[in-house]
């Protein structure tokens, strides 16, 4: 090839990438800043709204009836300006949900981070649905968004026991640890944090609805089978998700939701970590483990065989 060639097709070649690079990013405009949910995000939702009602049905969980069990109405959380119902599942990012709802009804006065954990879970500022009459509460089911998220139910149930029982919040370290001790200890009053395998005996000596929330089956919290939500969201796709919720019920453009953790010199718990605790388990503990889930993994769609899911999530 001689120069003169060259000398020609170079910048045409250049012209050309300059064009290709243009056209790319308009496409990529286009397409990422889109403010309507795209097209695959929505038939994700409809693949988990179909799959949540062949299970409820095939295992019969569909009761209608006119009360609201207390219990589910006291995780829904109302959010009246932007008409917004939100199901509290405990270690599936609801501390940064409750924030978020906290700055949607305070039109934004306050940064998501100065709202302390604490304050966010012991306050009234966000009102539960159990706090109205049972018609309201019933109006504001059938007009509002409603909202879950869920999370791999073994994962959840790591994160729990690392959260409640390996760090010092006085009731779970303390009151729920020795209930645990005194069950399974011969020596009742003997030191030392309640172990993954202790605390994983306890769950599945307990009926399933006597669990404590932060580890109760997820379906029973939220009751998915019958009240109807218009977004079921996912902890592995949090942020996606969670964005298109605030997007959804029409939040102002400068709220986002927050990507805050509790214990932030700590790594959050992930598959990898998850695992490492439940090779600590017989497979006998981890047969009742997931007989006691066993509606979350086929309501929610995730799979039994863990070693799967934890290996493509890392
Ligand atoms: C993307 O498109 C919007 C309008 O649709 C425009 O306001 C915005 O500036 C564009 N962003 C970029 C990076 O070109
Ligand atoms: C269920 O999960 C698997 C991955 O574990 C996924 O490939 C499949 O598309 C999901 N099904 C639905 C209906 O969402
Ligand atoms: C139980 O453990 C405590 C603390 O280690 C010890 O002081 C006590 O003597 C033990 N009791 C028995 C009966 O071994």
Not at 286 to 313: A, G, Q, R, V, W
Request: with cysteine; net charge positive.
């Amino acid at each position: 090839m001689n120069q003169k060639v060259l000398a020609f097709l170079l910048p045409n070649f250049l012209f050309g990438m300059f064009l290709f690079g243009f056209f790319c990013k308009r496409q990529k405009n286009l397409t990422g800043v889109s403010p309507e949910p795209t097209e695959n995000w929505l038939a994700i939702q409809s693949g988990r709204k179909n799959t949540l009602a062949s299970v409820c049905l095939k295992n019969n969980l569909n009761k209608p009836r006119r009360e609201l069990n207390s219990g589910v109405a006291n995780q829904l959380f109302v959010e009246h300006k932007h008409k917004f119902i939100y199901c509290e599942v405990p270690k599936v990012g609801c501390s940064n949900w409750k924030r978020t709802i906290f700055l949607l009804q305070s039109d934004l006065n306050s940064e998501a981070s100065e709202i302390e954990h604490d304050i966010i879970h012991h306050t009234s500022l966000i009102k539960r649905l159990a706090s109205y009459p049972p018609a309201l509460q019933q109006e504001f089911l059938s007009k509002y968004t409603k909202v879950m998220f869920t999370r791999h139910p073994l994962e959840r149930l790591v994160s729990a026991y690392r959260d409640k029982l390996l760090h010092s919040e006085p009731f779970y370290s303390t009151t729920v640890a020795n209930q645990i001790k005194a069950m399974f200890r011969k020596n009742k009053t003997s030191p030392g944090k309640v172990s993954f395998q202790e605390f994983v005996n306890f769950i599945i000596a307990n009926q399933p609805h006597a669990l404590d929330i932060h580890w109760k089956p997820m379906f029973l919290l939220c009751d998915p089978c019958n009240i109807h939500y218009d977004i079921m969201g996912k902890y592995e796709t949090l942020g996606l998700d969670s964005g298109q919720v605030l997007k959804i019920i029409g939040a102002p453009e400068q709220l986002q939701y927050p990507s805050l953790k509790r214990y932030g010199s700590e790594s959050r718990t992930n598959g990898y970590i998850t695992l490492e605790y439940l090779r600590q388990l017989t497979s006998e503990q981890i047969e009742k483990i997931k007989k006691l889930y066993e509606m979350d993994f086929f309501l929610f769609n995730y799979t039994m065989k863990y070693e799967d899911y934890f290996s493509l999530n890392n």
